[in-house]
């Protein structure tokens, strides 16, 4: 309880985040490029650290929960940096989804300066980060992680060292990608069996929990049924996640040719209008498409929910280098 954690990130995942640490009483200093998402940690006692060498002046422990690798660079070696304001001895712990080679990068920055480092993504929604349920996925020495173990634990339910730097945001990228490429093909499938004649609600009873479907579809159902696709994870952060899948690919000698075509597909439906929506619209992208109709983001707008048995996741050139924090 002694540390004060500085956190910089306060988007959808970073706000809630911090809202654990907060709750269980550690002090927190705070930075987010638009002030607003931080009001509600600093009416709670929060500090607001003005820059990111504003909050790494007072941190003995510093999160970042930022969405690209160049938001993260900008944030920790740019104008103001925090690598160059952080203490010897001081810990970075990086939960923002980077490629592999970025963090090992990451992780010679902060040595060069004297600090520790982390790769820490995570999996989950956000209801899981509220409700602190979050995996963290942890690259980097075991010694560094069990003095991180508390703060961890204040927002996860469970921490797997995958290994040393680099390796934690690697499984990431694996699960994303899975997740991702999962959700596309449903999509697809389902677009054809609704062409040909099976309906929707059949599709969906036959198919979702069954061995053929990954679990992240079926835990969309509701949603799709609903054509609610408010952003738990955005189309706009997928697609980001699985450019740098490609490129890791081309970086360790892999060939990617699902997850490159599975990019360009979320590329499409991004330039249709789905960028902000969940990635789980991409059903939608699909079955709007399925007789030549014409895929948009109004496609997807949110509708009553109907009738149904079951309403019941630098170096790099990202589409965006916006931060989760805008």
């Not at 510093?62 to 070696?77: D, G, N, S």
């Not at 956000?126 to 980097?140: C, S």
Request: proline share 5%; aromatic share 8%; net charge neutral.
């Amino acid at each position: 309880m002694a540390f004060k954690v500085g956190f910089i990130g306060l988007g959808i995942m970073g706000s809630r985040m911090a809202a654990n640490l907060q709750a269980r009483g550690y002090k927190l200093i705070v930075f987010n490029r638009t002030r607003e998402k931080a009001e509600a940690l600093l009416r709670g006692g929060a500090t607001w650290g003005r820059t990111p060498i504003g909050v790494a002046d007072e941190a003995d422990v510093l999160f970042t929960m930022l969405a690209t690798p160049e938001a993260v660079e900008a944030a920790a070696v740019g104008v103001e940096g925090f690598l160059r304001a952080l203490r010897p001895g001081s810990i970075w712990v990086n939960s923002s989804t980077v490629n592999p080679s970025f963090a090992r990068r990451m992780a010679e920055e902060a040595r060069a300066n004297g600090v520790r480092y982390l790769d820490a993504p995570v999996a989950g929604s956000k209801d899981a980060a509220a409700g602190a349920e979050l995996l963290f996925m942890v690259g980097g020495d075991a010694a560094d992680l069990e003095v991180c173990r508390p703060l961890l634990s204040t927002m996860g339910k469970r921490i797997v060292h995958v290994g040393g730097h680099g390796v934690g945001s690697a499984l990431k990228m694996v699960n994303n990608l899975l997740g991702a490429v999962a959700m596309a093909a449903f999509a697809e499938g389902a677009a054809l069996g609704e062409a040909l004649g099976v309906p929707r609600q059949m599709l969906f009873d036959a198919l979702l929990g069954g061995p053929m479907v990954a679990p992240v579809v079926a835990a969309k159902r509701a949603r799709i049924e609903r054509e609610d696709y408010e952003a738990d994870f955005s189309m706009r952060w997928m697609q980001k996640d699985l450019h740098l899948a490609s490129i890791s690919g081309y970086e360790a000698g892999v060939p990617m040719p699902v997850v490159n075509v599975t990019k360009e597909i979320y590329r499409l439906a991004m330039r249709e209008g789905y960028a902000d929506r969940d990635y789980g619209s991409i059903y939608a992208f699909f079955t709007a498409n399925r007789n030549g109709q014409s895929a948009t983001a109004a496609d997807a707008t949110p509708a009553p929910a109907r009738e149904s048995a079951s309403v019941r996741p630098v170096q790099t050139a990202t589409p965006t280098a916006r931060d989760r924090s805008t």
